[in-house]
Nanobody, 119 residues
Framework: QVQLVESGGGLVQAGGSLRLSCAAS????????MGWFRQAPGKEREFVSA????????YASDSVKGRFTISRDNAKNTVYLQMNSLKPEDTAIYYC????????????WGQGTQVTVSS
């Protein structure tokens, strides 16, 4: 079992930056690929970014590529999402998730953190 707790959300003006953190506890953090997802009001949850166990490979959706950067610190059991050049359409609840096996559905989810970008 893995417990995930997100933090770092808040209100920011368009063009600003935020860094989200997701702290993991429980089983060995480095054994999981990690991802960030988001869900805006009235919309389905969507993939934002992911990182492999070692951090050697990362993936990002087209909507955030070049603006958001995912990283992880396995010594601190934490994954980060650096968000730059934020836009109002980035407003959503952001969730981190842990994946036991690549290609399978994510196994564990955090409770989410709200990000609001004002225009």
């Amino acid at each position: 079992q893995v417990q995930l707790v997100e933090s770092g959300g808040g209100l920011v003006q368009a063009g600003g930056s935020l860094r989200l953190s997701c702290a993991a506890s429980g089983r060995i953090f480095r054994g999981y690929s990690m991802g960030w997802f988001r869900q805006a009001p009235g919309k389905e949850r969507e993939f934002v970014s992911a990182i492999t166990r070692s951090g050697g490979s990362t993936y990002a959706s087209d909507s955030v590529k070049g603006r958001f950067t995912i990283s992880r610190d396995n010594a601190k059991n934490t994954v980060y999402l650096q968000m730059n050049s934020l836009k109002p359409e980035d407003t959503a609840i952001y969730y981190c998730a842990a994946q036991v096996q690549y290609g399978r559905p994510y196994d564990y989810w955090g409770q989410g953190t709200q990000v609001t970008v004002s225009s």
